[in-house]
């Protein structure tokens, strides 16, 4: 069992910036993929960001290229997702989830075996 719990989602206004961390916890060793989703109220649930943890290798969807970043700190099992230059279309509740081993593509949730409860994001004008 893997358990991941996220942090660091509040409001912000447009522009401004977040970094919300996916910090995990027990039987990591089979996890090769850590992915972070975002749904907005009344759409359907979006890949953003994926980290190949054993290559080191991400990828980003096109909406937050360039503005969001991944990074990770083994020490602590935890992997960041740095979001600058928030759009008001960025208000979501944003999940991190973890493949153990990930089962499809990148961008599918059902690739994934283990997701945290989410953390909201609000962006305003």
């Known amino acids: 069992q893997v358990q991941l719990v996220e942090s660091g989602g509040g409001s912000v206004q447009a522009g401004g910036s977040l970094r919300l961390s996916c910090a995990a916890s027990g039987y990591t060793s089979n996890c090769n993929l850590v992915g972070w989703f975002r749904q907005a109220p009344g759409k359907e649930r979006e890949g953003i960001a994926a980290?190949?943890?054993?290559?080191?290798?991400?990828a980003y969807a096109d909406s937050v290229k360039g503005r969001f970043t991944l990074s990770r700190d083994n020490t602590k099992n935890t992997v960041y997702l740095q979001m600058n230059s928030l759009k008001l279309e960025d208000t979501a509740m944003y999940s991190c989830a973890a493949g153990c081993p990930v089962r499809g593509g990148w961008w599918a949730p059902s690739s994934y075996t283990y997701w945290g409860q989410g953390t909201q994001v609000t962006v305003s004008s």
């Open positions: 980290l190949d943890i054993s290559r080191g290798s991400t």
